[in-house]
């Protein structure tokens, strides 16, 4: 299965962007998630969504981020709002623990 991200760019804080991660193939059992890794800082996961939708949130995005998933599209997304400039990364999904896309840059300033 490969990972291709996209909807990343640069905004204004306040701003909102709209990552999507489309999978080329069926992801529907698997669970997934946005990671993201800004410049000289380790790698953290922004959010989890389940394969039953449940879904989880890093502390720091919460209120402001909102992951979903559309299984018969084989895409996952993560709808940011109120961006932050601490919300500078590149982000990226993976899906079954095991896949990974190469990533998007978010640029909030």
Known sequence: ?????S???????????KLSCAAS??????????YRQAPGKGRELVSGINRD???TYADSVKGRFTISRDNAKNTLYLQMNSLKTEDTAVYSCSACGRYWGQGTQVTVS
């Open 1 to 5: 299965v490969q990972l291709v991200e």
């Open 7 to 17: 909807g990343g760019g640069s905004v204004l804080a306040g701003g909102s962007l």
């Open 25 to 34: 193939g069926y992801i529907g059992s698997c669970g997934m998630g946005w």
């Open 53 to 55: 939708g449940a879904t």
